[in-house]
T-cell receptor
Framework: RKEVEQDPGPFNVPEGATVAFNCTYS??????FFWYRQDCRKEPKLLMS???SGNEDGRFTAQLNRASQYISLLIRDSKLSDSATYLC??????????FGPGTRLSVLP | DAGVIQSPRHEVTEMGQEVTLRCKPI?????LFWYRQTMMRGLELLIY????????DSGMPEDRFSAKMPNASFSTLKIQPSEPRDSAVYFC?????????????FGPGTRLTVL
């Protein structure tokens, strides 16, 4: 089993749609969690950290369920500019960051 | 402010040649990471440094790979000899501290092709 798994995608959604991405991790000792965004042929950039209580940043909501070892990202009112690959990232200890394979999102006009 | 700087941006070389990738982290950042990204394996952590000291190199695939950080503003990743399966995008990233909760800032990457 991979350490971090994500929905395989791709997700093709119309503008304005709500889309949710799921991520699971295998190491129960993992300590910190993130969502990064990567545009085609560009470097990854932090979208948001994920906190135990859940957190929201504008149209984006991240949730963490430690018991189920599950992380989610919800995007509301999707925009064309949201088209990218979304990477789930888990820190399994120290600074050992494990990136998931990513889920590609295409928002269509 | 300048972000993480990597050079070269593209490298094409022949099998058996030595390849050196360079990285300048963001000034004041104490942690530096080297990653490799391929379609098949995704983004993989190769090695990371805290305060110029290598902490974990368990992701380095083989002895052909080596990394150094002689000072706070410069790091290299060397592949000697290179092989076609080393073809990938190599990213360098830096973060402010070793807390494990800080944002990592990635450079634009070096796209390596080994023929």
């Amino acid at each position: 089993r991979k350490e971090v798994e994500q929905d395989p995608g791709p997700f093709n959604v119309p503008e304005g749609a709500t889309v949710a991405f799921n991520c699971t991790y295998s190491n129960s000792a993992s300590q910190s969690f993130f969502w990064y965004r990567q545009d085609c042929r560009k470097e990854p950039k932090l979208l948001m950290s994920v906190y135990s209580s859940g957190n929201e940043d504008g149209r984006f909501t991240a949730q963490l369920n430690r018991a189920s070892q599950y992380i989610s990202l919800l995007i509301r009112d999707s925009k064309l500019s949201d088209s990218a690959t979304y990477l789930c990232v888990v820190n399994k200890g120290g600074q050992n960051f494990v990136f998931g394979p990513g889920t590609r999102l295409s928002v269509l006009p | 402010d300048a972000g993480v700087i990597q050079s070269p941006r593209h490298e094409v070389t022949e099998m058996g040649q030595e390849v050196t990738l360079r990285c300048k982290p963001i000034s004041g950042h104490n942690s530096l990471f080297w990653y490799r990204q391929t379609m098949m394996r995704g983004l993989e952590l190769l090695i990371y440094f805290n305060n110029n000291v290598p902490i974990d190199d368990s992701g380095m695939p083989e002895d052909r790979f080596s990394a150094k950080m002689p000072n706070a503003s410069f790091s290299t990743l060397k592949i000697q000899p290179s092989e076609p399966r080393d073809s990938a995008v190599y990213f360098c990233a830096s973060s402010l501290s070793a807390s494990g909760i800080d944002e990592q800032f990635f450079g634009p990457g070096t796209r390596l092709t080994v023929l």
